[in-house]
Structures are given as C-alpha cells and as structure tokens.
C-alpha cells in the first residue's frame, strides 16, 4: 500500500512527516529548506509510492487566512505541477506547532532539543498527519 505524506510548510523550513504502508503510524520524516523540498519530494516518491499530500493549512484563531497563505498557494501549485498524478489536500494545521513543542515536552526532549526548529517542524508534520488520518475514521 502506498503512504500519505503530510507537510508542514514554512518560508523557512518545511516539516514532513509520513505514514507506514499500512496508514496506521504516523512518523517524523525530515526537515529540509523550502527552497529544497520539491527536489526532496521528487527524491522520496521515486522510492516510495506517495498516494497522497497532506498540506498543513495555518488558520488565524478567527479562521481567517494566516500570513503565510500566498506562499503555501504558491508551493501547493508547484506541487501538483510536479506531481500532476497526486492528490493534493489542504489540512487545518492551527496549534500543531504550540502541540509539538508541549509533546516534545511532554516526551522528555531537553530544553536544547525544545528549542530545535527543525524537530518543532517536523513533530508539526507529524501532528498534522495524525489529525489527518484521525478525521478520516
């Protein structure tokens, strides 16, 4: 079976996290340059079959449009112009990065690793895959 692989994108670093053949666990893939994440896609579903892209959709508390929103618009084009044969679907991703630093916490992570944007990013990425595949039960 193929996995669901969810992104967790910012202008910065792009958080992603994948599922298990079977789409029962959610785990933390890498974190790489937004400027690098096309390729690293390319690189990853020529090796694993990809069924899906689960996009994080950063929502306002008013569920109004965050800032960010031309930039992940911008990236979800290039996306499915790279991956014409992929769904591409949008997930609310409000409080994943406020939920991956109290999970990192909560997990033990010492204050050096809390602090690691590129661990946030990637727990971000695995919040939002779980969320993901939860709404789907």
């Known amino acids: 079976m193929s996995r669901i692989l969810a992104i967790d994108y910012g202008t910065k670093r792009v958080g992603l996290a ?6 029962i666990i959610a785990s ?3 974190t ?3 400027k690098d994440v096309i ?5 990853y579903a020529s090796q694993e079959e ?15 449009d965050s800032q960010v929103k031309n930039e992940i618009d911008r990236f979800i084009r290039a996306l499915k112009k790279t991956f014409p ?3 591409v679907e949008r997930f609310d991703e409000r409080f994943t990065s406020k939920m991956a630093s109290q999970a990192l916490l909560m997990s033990g992570a010492s204050k050096k690793d809390r ?6 990013d990637m727990t971000s990425a695995i919040i939002i895959l779980q969320s993901y595949m939860e709404s789907k039960k």
């Open 18 to 23: 994948v599922t298990d053949t079977n789409r």
């Open 28 to 30: 933390g893939l890498d």
């Open 32 to 34: 790489v340059h937004a």
């Open 39 to 43: 390729s690293f896609l390319k690189k």
């Open 50 to 64: 990809v069924a899906c892209f689960v996009v994080g959709e950063p929502k306002q508390m008013d569920a109004s």
């Open 85 to 87: 044969d992929i769904p």
């Open 115 to 120: 602090r690691n944007k590129e661990l946030v």
